[in-house]
Nanobody
Framework: QVQLVESGGGLVQPGGSLRLSCAASGSFFSIRLMAWYRQAPGKDRDVVAQISSGDSTIYADSVKGRFTISRDGARNTVYLQMNSLKPEDTAVYLC??????????WGQGTQVTVSS
């Protein structure tokens, strides 16, 4: 059974920073892609950032220059460093993984709230 476990969410003031982590465990083939999505109440789930096994990255326009995605391949872990946070970044952040064999997995999500 494959599990993705996120951590690092919380409450932060506007302009602050948070670092999210997502660790994949269980039995699976090599990872093709890991990503962070977010979903605010009443809105669609949108991709925030993704990173490939070759370390290619893609970011949503709304977070470019503020968020950085990285990974530790040896630990099957992906990180999201979030700086200059804004109230509109408030959402549940979900980790996503796709393996080389095409299987897709989601984490349970971690709440990020940006408020003064």
């Amino acid at each position: 059974q494959v599990q993705l476990v996120e951590s690092g969410g919380g409450l932060v003031q506007p302009g602050g920073s948070l670092r999210l982590s997502c660790a994949a465990s269980g039995s699976f083939f090599s990872i093709r892609l890991m990503a962070w999505y977010r979903q605010a109440p009443g809105k669609d789930r949108d991709v925030v950032a993704q990173i490939s096994s070759g370390d290619s990255t893609i970011y949503a326009d709304s977070v470019k220059g503020r968020f950085t995605i990285s990974r530790d391949g040896a630990r099957n872990t992906v990180y999201l460093q979030m700086n200059s946070l804004k109230p509109e970044d408030t959402a549940v952040y979900l980790c996503y993984m796709r393996t080389d064999t095409g299987f897709r997995y989601w984490g349970q999500g971690t709440q990020v709230t940006v408020s003064s």
